[in-house]
């Protein structure tokens, strides 16, 4: 199966600040990968689809980038709202999987 | 575009069974692939499995296969995912999920049903 990695594990920000997301694939997923995010209590979130594609309602300050094995979440200034764990998953191969996380904390 | 309501909680021993269900609000899940994701205490979601409500064609992560049962009822507009024998290890948040294709993005969550085994 296909191990997604994520970088940092944790990331502490201040509001309005860029947050730079990471997620390496063991192998090509191509471009099928998703972000999530998940705040504490609640379920994940859809955010983004096959890359750069942002789901209904998502605002335009996260995007996504990469191709292949490497690939990245940006949010561009970061809200209050924002701070959360973000998970990548792939749907190349069976099973999809998800990267652990990284946790985007207020600093 | 339907909402996906989980049953409670559930306390249970090791050994026991137990079928936790996923039911469609708004929207009828017949023509929807349902999956099933399990997220251990502070650990990462991982994907189990995913059935086809219409035909009930279901699939598993290796990781699961034969760990659990997913199956469905349409003319209740619900899905389930069952265990025959609990293990300690099964506590954890398991997640319904409305996927676009059997091997598709979660674009639809459900709230969450917490299974806890302790003897």
């Known amino acids: 199966e296909i191990v997604l990695t994520q970088s940092p594990a944790t990331l502490s920000l201040s509001p309005g600040e860029r947050a730079t997301l990471s997620c390496r694939a063991s192998q090509s997923v191509i471009k099928y990968l998703a972000w999530y995010q998940q705040k504490p209590g609640q379920a994940p979130r859809l955010l983004i689809s096959d890359t750069s594609n942002r789901a209904t309602g998502i605002p335009a300050r996260f995007s996504g980038s990469g191709s292949g094995t490497d690939f990245t979440l940006t949010i561009s200034s970061l809200e209050p709202e924002d701070f959360a764990v973000y998970y990548c998953?792939?749907?190349?191969?069976?099973?999809?999987?998800f990267g652990q996380g990284t946790n985007v904390e207020i600093k | 575009e339907v909402q996906l309501v989980q049953s409670g909680a559930e306390v249970k021993k090791p050994g026991e069974s137990l079928k936790i269900a996923c039911q469609g609000s708004g929207d009828t899940i017949s023509n929807s692939w349902i999956g099933w994701v399990r997220q251990m205490p502070g650990k990462g979601p991982e994907w189990m499995g995913v059935i086809y409500v219409g035909d009930l064609d279901s699939r598993y992560s290796p990781s699961f296969q034969g760990q659990v049962t997913i199956s469905a009822d349409k003319s209740i507009n619900t899905a389930y995912l069952q265990w025959s024998s609990l293990k300690a290890s099964d506590t954890a948040i398991y997640y319904c999920?409305?996927?676009?294709?059997?091997?598709?993005?979660?674009?639809?969550w459900g709230n969450g049903t917490t299974v806890t085994v302790s003897s």
């Open positions: 999920t409305r996927q676009d294709y059997s091997q598709g993005y979660m674009h639809v």
């Open positions: 998953q792939h749907r190349t191969t069976w099973p999809m999987t």
